[in-house]
């Protein structure tokens, strides 16, 4: 279960609240553990970024769909 909590909470900050000034510190900072982690989810981090990227490319009005949120359970 920990290592389910800690999985989300990197995938979630990783895609959704880390700024890429904020990763590149972390990549200072913890350059192996980033790494580990980034290789480790790679496929999560991959399907979240295909799902940001399609929703960007549709010409929906906004509203349509919600602007991009955390996914639970990742």
Same mark, same amino acid.
């Given at each position: ?16 609240? *880390? ?6 510190? *972390? ?48």
């Amino acid at each position: 279960m920990e290592n389910n909590l800690d999985k989300s909470n990197f995938i979630n900050w990783y895609c959704w609240y *880390a700024t890429q000034d904020e990763i590149e510190k *972390a990549k200072q900072c913890n350059r192996g553990t980033i790494n580990r982690l980034m290789n480790e989810y790679s496929y999560e981090i991959q399907k979240i970024e295909t799902a940001k990227d399609f929703y960007d490319s549709l010409s929906l009005p906004k509203g349509i769909i919600q602007e991009h949120h955390p996914l639970n359970g990742v």
